[in-house]
């Protein structure tokens, strides 16, 4: 008898301009069958409404497009960990309009960078960036959307690129907030954790496991690394073109059923093919 296959949950960080509809529309054209988008400017504080009529067509365009498990990716400007009052109370803010437009696309998750400690020092900033999580509690549970912890390059004075800091926040939240990490292969590679080889893999899940929890690990970012491992250096290369190589994403598309989002650099037409090569790997598994 032939086992019912389990649907492969893989997109791509598609475009909403034009309106969120717009990243939907542009997923199912390159094979995928979720995607993570902004739900607003990333690079401006003023968040953007979503007013009746850009709603129904998200609502149009998700039933037309079957997509599922959709992820939002918030602002680099919020820093939830900042010692600089103003900017802390900015970020909130505008985590907080984020959550809103979340809840309002009914989105699964909401990605985020946890924060960078800037002129303070890491343990300030991840005790800030879990004050600021607690102070949003009422708020989360106002919709579905699960937060996700991304894990950091580590890149200046960015927290996160250590499972230990992650694990941290998590632990002091969980309970309060719906919360969860999403590994970015990158950036734990450039954080100085390897994954190029199925023992490398292993034994990073070893370590993810003691400090956080491979239960809450939630989603994938795919990423090949333009960097060497422990760079510490942010930047993506096109999947099995870096540092990394194709047999970390077999890996991954092997033994992990989470879902997963291609961030690499070269667009469309390129995640059409990265999404047909990681299908085949796990297809082979079945
Ligand atoms: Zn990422
Ligand atoms: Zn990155």
């Not at 086992?3 to 969120?20: C, F, N, P």
């Amino acid at each position: 008898m032939q086992e019912q296959m389990k649907k492969i949950i893989l997109g791509a960080h598609t475009s909403a301009a034009g309106g969120a509809h717009k990243a939907l529309y542009e997923g199912k054209a390159i094979g995928a069958t979720t995607i993570q988008f902004f739900t607003s400017n990333q690079k401006r504080w003023k968040g953007r409404t979503i007013d009746k009529e850009e709603l129904l067509a998200w609502e149009k365009a998700l039933s037309e497009t079957g997509m599922t498990q959709i992820m939002s990716h918030d602002s680099y400007l919020i820093n939830l960990g900042s010692p600089d009052l103003e900017l802390l109370t900015k970020s909130k803010e505008a985590f907080r309009r984020e959550i809103e437009r979340c809840h309002l696309l009914n989105v699964s998750f909401l990605n985020f960078h946890p924060g960078a400690a800037t002129s303070g020092t890491i343990e300030e900033c991840l005790e800030t960036i879990v004050d600021s999580l607690l102070s949003m509690e009422n708020l989360v549970h106002q919709g579905k959307t699960k937060l996700l912890l991304e894990t950091t390059a580590g890149q200046g004075t960015s927290v996160g690129y250590c499972f230990e800091h992650i694990g941290m926040i998590l632990h002091e939240v969980k309970g309060h907030i719906p919360i969860g990490v999403c590994v970015d292969t990158c950036h734990i590679f450039a954080a100085g954790y390897d994954i190029r080889t199925k023992e490398a893999w292993r034994k990073t899940l070893k370590e993810f496991d003691r400090h956080i929890g491979l239960e809450h690990l939630n989603a994938f970012h795919l990423n090949d690394s333009v960097k060497d491992l422990g760079s510490r250096v942010d930047r993506h290369a096109d999947i099995g073109a870096g540092k990394i190589g194709l047999e970390c994403f077999r890996y991954i598309m092997t033994h992990f059923d989470q879902p997963k989002y291609l961030e690499t650099p070269n667009g469309p037409p390129r995640w059409k093919d990265e999404i047909t090569i990681l299908r085949k790997y796990a297809e082979e598994k079945n």
